[in-house]
């Protein structure tokens, strides 16, 4: 029988190839292989007076790892956690919104430390506040038929069945907007896999000139954008934060000047704002300041009169828009309202008209998780409730209401006991629409028709409405003859 490596350390000895160093944590020897004439690991060498006396040190970019001393200024050079060169697209804190001072709350005590009286007084004024708005929004599920095959796969299970009949109802809903059409930018703000963009293009088959740009602040795996390799389809990944995004600094759209679709599946709270800000502020301001020529004209510059007529034949065709806009349309489902940001929100006008400020909006934005972390009602459910992620606008997983359960420090059952889990519901979706509404005040100042929907069922997610907006006719240039 064959002998097993001495691993434990009443032995004395590592296994053979492997680091000397004793982990008392883990009351086992390191694993990792060492060099060939070395007894310790790279990470635990500076443990060893053997080892030339060289010192470990943690690297100032970054503590996870460590590095010789006498090596610092060299791996400084090459390290993963380095600052890069920012392309130019990157302009710090343009879609950030300004930054007042005089707004921001200073340390605020948690909702679960807030007195009955304190809180029945936020309750009175969020009430007072959502006078007159509806909080019953129209259905608008959908599907659409480039999904079906996926839809009916009986390899699915839960999870992927909801995310498709999700992407399906967006899918639908960019169709019903007369958005899925050729000529197009389609750009997915936190876009993770990318798999709503893949659905997109998988719908636009052979349609001509449509680009992708997607928009993700970490490294993502198991992406999907490698599958398109239809020519007329282009795909570009940009790992960015959109707080920093400029769109017409992106050569794709300089050049192209394509109309650009905003598209989202559960777009974190301050992200939602950001990616506003981003296409409507940015990018379509900037748009109309440099007095950027119509499509009609352009078409017109390249082709004979048979050819424009042919063109514009098609376009109606395939739902190509009469007059160019920078912004044809956007397409975002919302959530994590409890993530969102007093700076960076773009409803502060529709706030303040109504005598609220960063204090009220800090406590509703708190509030509004009590829309999907009172469903609780058995034993089982409430062993599977998670806490919730860190703080990170841009989540790289491709859901992020956790199926419908949502615990904070502020959790329901950290509050006093005199409202039900229905009255915390309603008062948790009142806070959702009501932080929703000052982003549909936004888009209509800024020329646009939104509108807020239930995309998809509760049961499938508890985050179920869908922003959408199209830019308002009147606002629209004029196409020349």
Known sequence: MAASAPVPHATGFPAE?????????????????????????????????????????????????????????????????????????????????????????????????????????????????????????????????????????????????????????????????????????????????????????????????VH??????????????????????????????????????????????????????????????????????TYAASCEERNEEPLAKRIKNDKTEKEINTLAKEGNEKNVPEKWTPVAGIVIALCCHHRCDWRHYVGKEYFKALGLGAVEFHYFQRLSSWATCGMRKTSLEASNITTMRKDNQNDNSEEHDDGGYRITDDSAESLSGFLTVEEKKKIGHLCKLLIDQGRIQYLQQKGFSPALQYYTDPLVSLENVLLTALPKLSSLPETSA
């Open 212 to 281: 992708f740009i997607l928009v993700e602040k970490v490294t993502t795996r198991f992406k999907v954008d490698g599958k398109h390799r239809k020519k007329n389809s282009v795909f570009e990944r940009l790992q960015i934060d959109i707080q920093h995004l400029c769109l017409n600094k992106i050569p794709l759209l300089s050049k192209e000047k394509l109309p650009v679709v905003g598209i989202g599946k559960h777009l974190c709270g301050v992200a939602t704002d950001l990616a506003l800000r981003c296409l409507v502020e």
């Open 17 to 209: 190839g492997r680091c000397g160093y004793y982990v008392e944590k883990k009351k086992r020897f390191c694993r990792m292989v060492v060099a060939a004439g070395r007894r310790f690991c790279g990470e635990h060498a500076g443990a060893a007076e053997e080892e030339n006396a060289r010192k470990r040190i943690l690297c100032p970019l970054d503590p996870k790892h460590t590095v010789y001393e006498d090596q610092l200024a060299k791996h400084l050079k090459k390290c993963n956690s380095r600052e890069k060169p920012k392309p130019d697209f990157f302009i710090q804190d343009i879609n950030a919104g300004l930054k007042d001072e005089t707004e921001i709350p200073e340390q605020l005590v948690p909702i679960s430390s807030l007195s009955e009286e304190q809180l029945e007084n936020l309750i009175k004024k969020l009430k007072k506040a959502s006078e007159g708005l509806n909080s019953t929004l129209k259905d608008q599920i959908m599907s659409h038929p480039a999904l079906h095959d996926a839809l009916n796969d009986p390899k699915n299970g839960d999870s992927a069945t909801k995310h498709l009949k999700q992407q399906a109802s967006i899918l639908g809903n960019i169709e019903k907007l007369k958005l899925l059409g050729p000529r197009r930018c389609f750009v997915e703000f936190g876009a993770g896999k990318g798999k709503l963009s893949h659905w997109v293009d998988i719908a636009l088959k052979d349609a001509e000139k």
